[in-house]
């Protein structure tokens, strides 16, 4: 892929980045995260232990997860694709530094009174 | 995944326990710039959201990736708006990718989706016929708004159901994606339906 003149991608495939440099190469986050999802919402504990070890953006995301925030919206606010989240999430999971939603109400189970929260919600705004 | 119940140190010290919203989402699908974060942009709660999954990993087994990993790999944004419904419950809205390539994506977009929008823009029905039938194979309750943008009007909703050969048990609307109000009714039509849809089944 030396040559310049075979790149497989164009401007529409958007920008060209290095995202795994963040992450020390790993590209799969730890089991704690695995089940993380663009909605999981995360939040940060008030007690975090130990900040010796951890990476500038491992703070940012305690820093913004202070208020319950989606993996989506952390992705965001921290301009890193959601993979490279997913991976620095996983390490603060495991260390015990943010919770998130559980398995169970991650995606909610989709029911007439959920619906009827949303509905009564959107009507609202 | 770690619970709200964890016995971790620091969950719910002091006896208070530290509420983790669930969340729900819709998904907004439709061709490229027919004004999906219009319509996300007009009823979220915070500017629409700009986020990043890498091609990389999402689509590993497209075989034009082979031989790239670990040099430098390519992204597709997501556009997603969020709804706060109550402080134990966070609507999101997320627009899909309008490049046809990227219909891997859509999966874990639609994944746990209550319901979504289809938008079509009157002067490229065709742009809408993909994720309709998208949709329509999940079994996912959808609407179909048309945008009306100015000039466009000349349709009236039945001659765009008939275009797009969209089934009577489709809800069809029109709409303005600029306008919240507009907007916001298009989101009620999809919940609705999606409950019409629970009823019927149970």
Redesign the interface.
Known sequence: ?SNSSDW??DE????????YAMVSGR?RPKP??E?????????S?????DQGTLAVEHLEIIKLCRK?L?V??V???LHA????VKVLLSDL?QR?DV?????A????P???N??????????A? | ??????D????G?GGEE????????IVVAGGFGVGKTTMVGA?S?ITP???????T?AGEEID?LY??EG????????D?G?????PE????L?GTPG?DRFWFLWD??A??A?GAVVLVDTRRLDAGFGAIDFFERRGIPFVVAVNCFQGSHSYTAEEMRVALDVADTVPLVLCDARDRESC?AV??RV??H??NR??VMA
């Open positions: 892929m497989w991608y529409a495939a958007g920008p060209m980045v290095r995202p590209t704690a995260g089940d993380l999802t663009l909605t999981t919402q995360v939040r504990l008030r007690t975090t232990t319950p989606s989506a919206e992705a965001a606010y694709p959601l993979v490279v999971i015990g919770i998130t939603s559980g398995p109400t991650t995606v909610a989709v029911d007439m959920l619906l009827q929260k949303v509905l009564d919600g959107v009507r705004i | 995944m770690v619970s709200v119940q964890s971790r140190p620091g969950a010290q530290l509420l983790v919203p669930s969340s729900v989402k009823v709660e959201l700009r986020t990043e999954e890498l091609l990993e034009d031989g790239v040099k430098t790999t390519t992204t597709v944004a997501l997603f969020r709804i706060t419904i109550n419950l966070v609507l999101y997320f490049q874990e977009l994944i746990g209550i916001k989101l009620v919940i609705e999606a409950m629970l009823d």
